[in-house]
């Protein structure tokens, strides 16, 4: 079969000729990857209507272990059920670094065919869909940065066969502190820096093209052995898609070579966080820029929208209007809160502006830009955010501003003004993951409005039992503070 040919079932014997496995994998409601291999003759089998996976990666966290408070999705009652796994014949591509053996995505199905609530591939799925009734479409793009750490004595070797010394083992024994950077000084955009692991540096790139995560833009941040990658724009689905794969190549790689990528928020104190920027368009079915006013409004209520269409101030209006209730979606862990403190580039409070980096959604658009560029920029989210809840919360917001036709509340932070200032209007946002879930679980929340309660009781679930391990945890800054003092 030919490259641009759809895949379908009935060519896909063709397309695995050559093969004798596949690897599946679904995401979690962490954004963590969970699948396997499967023999091609299994696959074959199951490609159209599915198989049978374990309801038990929604019935525990990140570490594996099971909720305190069982879930509605997989528990005890249920028998930790099986859902279905129906693989995406569209996400198909290769794992360069395992000997390109296949691999596809798959999205998670009760037994009744509806999506799984908490299926982040079903709920952005589900809320596209919203826009495609519409006519409309989505385009997004996502930057992620993340500190990046290599163990003394660690292996120089550059295959993945290599085995590379575990970070865990490593802080066992040591202190977080004492885990060695990439690389030292604060160095964004540098153009030498990157030479200090030339070969790792441009392996990430290469690989990522090979595996369709294609990045647009790859440099050094401010920060000791931090690196941003900026992905190529998209459909809203295959971004998140891709965000989410984009992870797996760097750490598949990155273990070649030794080394630790960090997406957690703020891996360090006193330096700035990992964020997740998220940019958002709406498009119509000719790909036409919908946010775009064809003609400047001389009469715009504030400037910085003089050449933002109704449509998309209605948009940006329901970001607004809706961001407060949906944080666990964007800043879903306890670390999470401290990356979003003031003084270290990211935002506190509900806020926006034309090109303004200090607010949590910037506005991109004409004269800045070109028009067919205009778009927002939600500024809230960090790398550890899961990218399918992140570009779901930001649509469905917006989307909601639109049906409702919302007014921006608020004004515009202007040049000079920062968050939190006399010109800052907007509410603060949630200090921390406990405050962000009562909000967001409340019985008025917005998010159950464009979510449903299912989704929200769920995934409001297991951010409970992220604050309980929290809230149980002796820290080591309490042990510092407190051991021969109190």
Same mark, same amino acid.
């Given at each position: 079969?030919?490259?641009?040919?759809?895949?379908?079932?009935?060519?896909?014997?063709?397309?695995?000729?050559?093969?004798?496995?596949?690897?599946?994998?679904?995401?979690?409601?962490?954004?963590?990857?969970?699948?396997?291999?499967?023999?091609?003759?299994?696959?074959?089998?199951?490609?159209?209507? &599915?198989?049978?996976?374990?309801?038990?990666?929604?019935?525990?966290?990140?570490?594996?272990?099971?909720?305190?408070? =069982?879930?509605?999705?997989?528990?005890?009652?249920?028998?930790?059920?099986?859902?279905?796994?129906?693989?995406?014949?569209?996400?198909?591509?290769?794992?360069?670094?395992?000997?390109?053996?296949?691999?596809?995505?798959?999205?998670?199905?009760?037994?009744?065919?509806?999506?799984?609530?908490?299926?982040?591939?079903?709920?952005?799925?589900?809320?596209?869909?919203?826009? =495609?009734?519409?006519?409309?479409?989505?385009?997004?793009?996502?930057?992620?940065?993340?500190?990046?750490?290599?163990?003394?004595?660690?292996?120089?070797?550059?295959?993945?066969?290599?085995?590379?010394?575990?970070?865990?083992?490593?802080?066992?024994?040591?202190? #977080?502190?004492?885990?060695?950077?990439?690389?030292?000084?604060?160095?964004?955009?540098?153009?030498?820096?990157?030479?200090?692991?030339?070969?790792?540096?441009?392996?990430?790139?290469?690989?990522?093209?090979?595996?369709?995560?294609?990045?647009?833009?790859?440099?050094?941040?401010?920060?000791?052995?931090?690196? *941003?990658?900026?992905?190529?724009?998209?459909?809203?689905?295959?971004?998140?898609?891709?965000?989410?794969?984009?992870?797996?190549?760097?750490?598949? $790689?990155?273990?070649?070579?030794?080394?630790?990528?960090?997406?957690?928020?703020? #891996?360090?104190?006193?330096?700035?966080?990992?964020?997740?920027?998220?940019?958002?368009?709406?498009?119509?079915?000719?790909?036409?820029?919908?946010?775009?006013?064809?003609?400047?409004?001389?009469?715009?209520?504030?400037?910085?929208?003089?050449?933002?269409?109704?449509?998309?101030?209605?948009?940006?209006?329901?970001?607004?209007?809706?961001?407060?209730?949906?944080? #666990?979606?964007?800043?879903?862990?306890?670390?999470?809160?401290?990356?979003?403190? *003031?003084?270290?580039?990211?935002?506190?409070?509900?806020?926006?502006?034309?090109?303004?980096?200090?607010?949590?959604?910037?506005?991109?658009?004409?004269?800045?830009?070109?028009?067919? %560029?205009?778009?927002?920029?939600?500024?809230?989210?960090?790398?550890? %955010?899961?990218?399918?809840?992140?570009?779901?919360?930001?649509?469905?917001?917006?989307?909601?501003? $639109?049906?409702?036709?919302?007014?921006?509340?608020?004004?515009?932070? &202007?040049?000079?003004?920062?968050?939190?200032?006399?010109?800052?209007?907007?509410?603060?946002?949630?200090?921390?993951?406990?405050?962000?879930?009562?909000?967001?679980?409340?019985?008025?929340?917005?998010?159950?409005?464009?979510?449903?309660?299912?989704?929200?009781?769920?995934?409001?679930?297991?951010? =409970?039992?992220?604050?309980?391990?929290?809230? =149980?945890?002796?820290?080591?800054?309490?042990?510092?503070?407190?051991?021969?003092?109190?």
């Amino acid at each position: 079969m030919a490259l641009t040919d759809p895949i379908t079932v009935d060519n896909l014997p063709d397309l695995l000729k050559d093969d004798t496995k596949v690897k599946l994998a679904g995401v979690d409601v962490d954004g963590m990857l969970r699948g396997k291999l499967v023999s091609k003759k299994k696959f074959l089998s199951v490609a159209k209507e &599915g198989f049978g996976f374990c309801s038990v990666i929604f019935g525990w966290d990140m570490h594996d272990k099971l909720y305190e408070k =069982e879930l509605k999705i997989s528990n005890k009652q249920n028998g930790y059920r099986d859902l279905i796994a129906v693989p995406d014949l569209n996400s198909f591509r290769r794992i360069p670094w395992e000997n390109n053996i296949p691999f596809f995505l798959v999205s998670f199905f009760d037994d009744d065919s509806k999506p799984v609530c908490a299926d982040p591939r079903g709920l952005l799925k589900t809320t596209v869909e919203k826009l =495609e009734k519409k006519g409309y479409n989505a385009m997004a793009g996502a930057e992620l940065e993340f500190f990046q750490f290599k163990v003394p004595n660690s292996s120089t070797s550059t295959t993945t066969d290599s085995p590379s010394p575990s970070v865990t083992s490593y802080l066992n024994d040591n202190p #977080p502190n004492a885990l060695p950077p990439l690389t030292e000084g604060m160095f964004g955009y540098s153009v030498t820096r990157p030479t200090l692991n030339k070969s790792y540096y441009h392996d990430v790139y290469d690989v990522c093209a090979k595996f369709k995560c294609d990045l647009e833009g790859w440099h050094t941040e401010s920060g000791p052995g931090v690196y *941003e990658a900026a992905l190529e724009f998209g459909q809203i689905s295959e971004m998140a898609d891709r965000t989410s794969l984009f992870k797996y190549v760097v750490r598949s $790689v990155a273990s070649g070579y030794g080394i630790t990528p960090c997406f957690m928020a703020k #891996p360090k104190h006193g330096l700035p966080g990992n964020s997740g920027h998220t940019h958002v368009s709406v498009v119509d079915k000719n790909g036409k820029n919908l946010l775009y006013r064809e003609e400047k409004d001389e009469n715009a209520p504030y400037p910085d929208i003089a050449h933002l269409s109704d449509l998309g101030r209605h948009f940006l209006a329901g970001i607004l209007d809706g961001l407060p209730d949906v944080m #666990p979606m964007l800043a879903p862990t306890i670390n999470s809160y401290k990356r979003l403190v *003031e003084n270290f580039w990211a935002p506190v409070t509900v806020s926006w502006g034309l090109e303004h980096r200090a607010a949590s959604v910037r506005l991109i658009a004409p004269p800045t830009s070109k028009p067919g %560029a205009t778009r927002f920029e939600v500024r809230v989210p960090g790398a550890d %955010a899961n990218p399918y809840f992140v570009m779901s919360a930001i649509l469905a917001l917006g989307w909601r501003g $639109v049906e409702k036709k919302l007014e921006i509340p608020i004004p515009p932070l &202007g040049k000079g003004q920062d968050v939190g200032d006399s010109a800052d209007k907007g509410a603060r946002l949630a200090r921390s993951l406990k405050e962000a879930t009562a909000k967001f679980m409340s019985s008025d929340s917005i998010a159950r409005e464009v979510f449903g309660d299912d989704f929200v009781d769920h995934f409001g679930g297991t951010r =409970e039992n992220e604050i309980q391990l929290w809230d =149980e945890a002796v820290t080591d800054w309490e042990l510092k503070r407190y051991i021969e003092t109190v």
